[in-house]
């Protein structure tokens, strides 16, 4: 029986880096020039195997307003 491990990322950054474009490439494994600008928050998951465990990735891509900067230094995180 595999062990899931639950990882937690969180993408902090000024708007238009491509964030959500990463996020998408690596659940989705497509990249879409054209993808919609993150408004608030969105929440994606991948699960991918790792030798004998498989990792789920809980990923939050943040819009890039000042106020979801703070996150980033909070100890909880997003």
Request: net charge negative.
């Amino acid at each position: 029986m595999m062990a899931i491990e639950e990882l937690k990322v969180c993408l902090l950054g000024d708007t238009g880096v491509g964030k959500s474009s990463i996020v998408y490439r690596f659940a989705q494994d497509h990249f879409d020039r054209n993808i919609s600008p993150t408004i608030e928050v969105s929440f994606v998951t991948k699960t991918a195997p790792s030798g004998n465990d498989l990792h789920k990735f809980l990923i939050w891509d943040t819009a890039g307003q000042e106020r979801f900067h703070s996150l980033g230094v909070s100890p909880e995180g997003c």
